[in-house]
């Protein structure tokens, strides 16, 4: 066992600081542990913000995980309310730090650091920023102030469409505020692939929401009624109140200063007990960068369950040296609610594999959240990602109404585990009709990847496609309620009787409700000679995706 530390200081609380500063109190009654906080507040849950500004969280009390004089009672921490760190003298081990009331510095001496400073809401040089009614959101007070200031407005913009930007815009919405989203990219929240949250942008929208996509901001102007922002489009959008929801930067700036490692975007470099290029420096939380234990990189991950875990894997290293497990790297496993939707994502995207410039494949399948005969039923669309090379799972996505959540944990598990395709075709998941289906869909995108790899499934990712025959192979009423452009009807029981129909000189492409008989089509079609391909997804995922259809 390692030689305790006598004292124990630890920059910055809520995820990371404050699970370090919990874990080291239970190896040692005797360490001296103090925990600075540059806010008034050190232990809260930043996730719930937004959702005590629309009501969802009425009590302002139950964000507040800790407080100053809990953490004392409970865990004998010296906790240091309104105190900023301001410099590190590496080589006498003391950190000056200032008062934020009287301005007063003193030195702090340690024997083992935790830097968990987090990371700041990015707010570019653009002109008007300043103004009082552009507002980010990190802390309590920031959720205080939007919350009061929203009160006394009618129209709200939100510039950014990432998970926080649109749980806002739910939640402003919620409370009766006209919302307008505003967002760079084409598409709402860029971090999954484009045709999984085209069903999140039509529930936007069909609950009023404006969303302005694939443009961006220029600058703000003040006005005698509120403030206009200014769009890269040229045009000006006049509201009450701004939020700003473009990304984060790391607080790495202390770290910088000291001389510490930093990684290409300034986050602090680590190894996997969350030490720093000083050893007896640890860095955990937003500010950190670690290891993407997919592709074998680097990554950092501005979330509150990487920054618990590492903030555990840094204490347990201070105490129990390399007896103490490795933090494993962080995958993104991550999800927002929509109204009546969510969506989510675990790894890697089609998007960023192809940045990475990574061989995949990918396959989109459709399923009930439980039995599909027992009430309350609800479709999950699933697009799963593998290597072509070994099968292993690179990443999924999966957006829907009920049991989003469920497979995701499915997939980010099977991440860590390092599974396969075949892995996931063959998974025993709890079923029992209220819960689940004897073929999940977790097992239904194994089967299918597994059929794509045998030669089995030949799919077609869109519509959009020339020069070939489209078959609806739905029941006859079901394709007239809510027809495939171009489509040719011919139900699935009937298509043996009528391949006559068909021309052999051209490929056939088949489309169902949900992906499955489509591919039974398919099949039967090759086995008679044509070149058959299943459209993915089925019409349910195609005929609410994509736009122009």
């Known amino acids: 066992m390692k030689t305790e530390p006598t004292t124990l200081l630890i920059i910055g609380g809520v995820a990371g600081g404050a699970s370090a500063a919990a874990r080291a109190r239970r190896h040692s009654e005797s360490a001296h542990i103090i925990v600075l906080e540059r806010g008034?507040?050190?232990?809260?849950?930043?996730?719930?913000?937004?959702?005590?500004?629309?009501?969802?969280?009425?009590?302002?009390?139950?964000?507040?995980?800790?407080?100053?004089?809990?953490?004392?009672?409970?865990?004998?921490?010296?906790?240091?309310?309104?105190?900023?760190?301001?410099?590190?003298?590496?080589?006498?081990?003391?950190?000056?730090?200032?008062?934020?009331?009287?301005?007063?510095?003193?030195?702090?001496?340690?024997?083992?650091?935790?830097?968990?400073?987090?990371?700041?809401?990015?707010?570019?040089?653009?002109?008007?920023?300043?103004?009082?009614?552009v507002h980010t959101l990190r802390n309590l007070q920031d959720m205080d102030r939007i919350k009061a200031a929203a009160a006394a407005v009618e129209k709200v913009a939100i510039i950014g469409a990432g998970f926080i930007g649109l749980e806002m815009a739910e939640q402003l919405h919620t409370i009766g505020k006209q919302v307008s989203v505003i967002e760079l990219q084409p598409q709402v929240l860029p971090q999954l692939d484009a045709e999984m949250v085209r069903p999140l942008e039509t529930t936007l929208r069909e609950k009023g929401i404006e969303l302005i996509l694939g443009d961006g901001i220029e600058g703000f102007e003040t006005t005698a009624t509120g403030i206009d922002a200014k769009l890269k489009s040229g045009r000006n959008l006049s509201t009450g109140l701004v939020i700003l929801s473009i990304g984060v930067r790391p607080e790495s700036g202390l770290a910088k200063d000291a001389g510490l490692d930093l990684g290409p975007r300034g986050h602090i470099q680590v190894d996997s007990w969350q030490r720093t290029s000083d050893p007896a420096i640890y860095a955990v939380g937003d500010a950190c960068e670690t290891e993407d234990p997919i592709l074998g990189k680097r990554t950092a991950i501005p979330l509150g369950?990487?920054?618990?875990?590492?903030?555990?894997?840094?204490?347990?290293?201070?105490?129990?040296?390399?007896?103490?497990?490795?933090?494993?790297?962080?995958?993104?496993?991550?999800?927002?609610?929509?109204?009546?939707?969510?969506?989510?994502?675990?790894?890697?995207?089609?998007?960023?594999?192809?940045?990475?410039?990574?061989?995949?494949?990918?396959?989109?399948?459709?399923?009930?959240?439980?039995?599909?005969?027992?009430?309350?039923?609800?479709?999950?669309?699933?697009?799963?990602?593998?290597?072509?090379?070994?099968?292993?799972?690179?990443?999924?996505?999966?957006?829907?109404?009920?049991?989003?959540?469920?497979?995701?944990?499915?997939?980010?598990?099977?991440?860590?585990?390092?599974?396969?395709?075949?892995?996931?075709?063959?998974?025993?998941?709890?079923?029992?009709?209220?819960?689940?289906?004897?073929?999940?869909?977790?097992?239904?995108?194994?089967?299918?990847?597994?059929?794509?790899?045998?030669?089995?499934?030949?799919?077609?990712?869109?519509?959009?496609?020339?020069?070939?025959?489209?078959?609806?192979?739905?029941?006859?009423?079901?394709?007239?309620?809510?027809?495939?452009?171009?489509?040719?009807?011919?139900?699935?029981?009937?298509?043996?009787?009528?391949?006559?129909?068909?021309?052999?000189?051209?490929?056939?492409?088949?489309?169902?409700?949900?992906?499955?008989?489509?591919?039974?089509?398919?099949?039967?079609?090759?086995?008679?000679?044509?070149?058959?391909?299943?459209?993915?997804?089925g019409a349910h995922h195609q005929l609410r995706t994509y736009r122009e259809i």
């Not at 004392?72 to 105190?83: E, P, S």
């Not at 555990?312 to 494993?328: C, M, S």
């Not at 999940?440 to 597994?450: E, H, K, R």
């Open 40 to 133: 008034p507040d050190v232990s809260f849950a930043n996730c719930g913000l937004p959702y005590h500004i629309g009501g969802d969280i009425p009590d302002r009390a139950d964000l507040a995980i800790q407080t100053p004089d809990s953490l004392r009672a409970l865990l004998n921490l010296d906790v240091r309310t309104l105190t900023e760190a301001v410099s590190i003298d590496r080589e006498n081990r003391q950190v000056r730090i200032r008062s934020l009331g009287d301005g007063a510095e003193s030195l702090l001496s340690y024997d083992q650091l935790i830097l968990a400073p987090g990371a700041s809401p990015l707010r570019p040089p653009l002109p008007g920023i300043d103004s009082p009614l």
């Open 305 to 537: 369950g990487p920054a618990n875990r590492q903030g555990r894997t840094a204490a347990d290293h201070i105490f129990l040296g390399e007896k103490a497990l490795r933090y494993p790297g962080s995958i993104g496993t991550a999800i927002v609610r929509v109204f009546d939707q969510a969506a989510g994502i675990a790894g890697y995207s089609e998007t960023r594999l192809k940045m990475e410039g990574t061989p995949y494949q990918t396959v989109t399948v459709n399923g009930s959240s439980h039995a599909s005969y027992f009430p309350g039923a609800e479709t999950i669309t699933l697009k799963l990602l593998w290597s072509p090379e070994d099968g292993r799972v690179l990443g999924a996505q999966a957006s829907g109404k009920d049991g989003v959540d469920k497979r995701l944990d499915v997939i980010a598990t099977a991440l860590r585990g390092r599974l396969t395709i075949d892995d996931l075709a063959h998974l025993e998941l709890a079923y029992a009709p209220p819960f689940g289906n004897a073929k999940d869909v977790i097992n239904v995108a194994g089967f299918a990847a597994g059929n794509m790899r045998d030669g089995l499934l030949v799919p077609v990712p869109d519509l959009k496609s020339a020069g070939v025959q489209i078959v609806d192979v739905r029941p006859a009423a079901v394709a007239a309620k809510r027809p495939v452009p171009g489509a040719k009807n011919i139900p699935l029981a009937e298509l043996r009787g009528r391949l006559a129909e068909l021309d052999r000189s051209q490929p056939v492409f088949t489309i169902c409700q949900m992906g499955k008989t489509s591919y039974f089509a398919a099949r039967i079609l090759a086995n008679h000679g044509f070149d058959a391909r299943s459209i993915l997804g």
